[in-house]
């Protein structure tokens, strides 16, 4: 167990759904990360955020938007998904350089 | 864009045999880390490194970070069933923006 937490471990939603991805953690730590790992790619960083302000966002579309309402809390909202958003969403937060991760999230879009 | 490859992709091997990956940023790193990901888990960090030159040993595991701090290695020695999974290196750069390698699949072969 490394700490960080994500719920739900696995979803399937339609297009025209609304979901939201949950991580938690009570590292102490001070910065979280959302990733995305698709099978057969290295995975792709989509945001981070340190003391809770986003400091990173890396051309991710606007069906993705992440909220951080503090700092063991990190979410993910998600909306009018395509198919091949069909990945593995994992969490990690750090207070370094290392990071911890989370189960992920087995995203399946219909 | 900066990349951080790593060969070869997939590593079949018999039970017993060493293995290595190796690791490519196209510029340098401030540190590279190693994470392990087990088929159907989350990575999970191995070892840091930081210094131009380091090596390090986990029992069977030997980590380098080159002279140039732009390339890794990662060797195992006499490899066990549980040694399988998929190994990432990762780093933040000199900007401090955090890249993860493309990954080496192992499979041991009993």
């Known amino acids: 167990e490394t700490g960080v937490t994500q719920t739900p471990r696995h979803l399937v939603m339609g297009m025209t759904n609304k979901k939201s991805l949950k991580c938690e953690q009570h590292?102490?730590?001070?910065?979280m990360y959302w990733y995305k790992q698709s099978a057969k790619k290295p995975l792709e960083l989509m945001f981070v955020?340190?003391?809770?302000?986003?400091?990173e966002n890396n051309s991710v579309p606007s069906r993705f938007s992440p909220e951080c309402p503090n700092s063991s809390h990190l979410f993910l909202h998600l909306h009018t998904l395509q198919p091949e958003d069909s990945a593995l969403y994992l969490c990690?937060?750090?207070?370094?350089?290392?990071?911890?991760f989370g189960p992920g999230t087995r995203l399946t879009v219909l | 864009g900066q990349q951080v490859m790593q060969i070869p992709q997939y590593q079949h091997v018999q039970e017993g045999e060493d293995f290595t990956t190796y690791c490519n940023s196209s510029?340098?790193?401030?540190?590279i880390q190693w994470y392990k990901q087990r088929p159907g888990g989350h990575p999970v960090f191995l070892i840091q490194?930081?210094?131009?030159?380091e090596v390090k040993k986990q029992k069977r595991l030997t980590f380098q970070f080159g002279e140039a701090k732009k390339n890794s290695s990662l060797h195992i020695t006499a490899t066990q069933t549980t040694d399988v999974g998929t190994y990432f290196c990762?780093?933040?750069?000199?900007?401090?923006?955090?890249?993860f390698g493309t990954g080496t699949s192992l499979t041991v072969i009993p």
């Open positions: 590292l102490g730590h001070n910065a």
């Open positions: 490194l930081v210094k131009s030159g």
């Open positions: 990762a780093g933040p750069n000199t900007g401090n923006q955090f890249y």
């Open positions: 955020y340190s003391l809770e302000e986003r400091v």
């Open positions: 510029t340098t790193l401030s540190n």
């Open positions: 990690a937060s750090s207070l370094g350089d290392t990071q911890y």
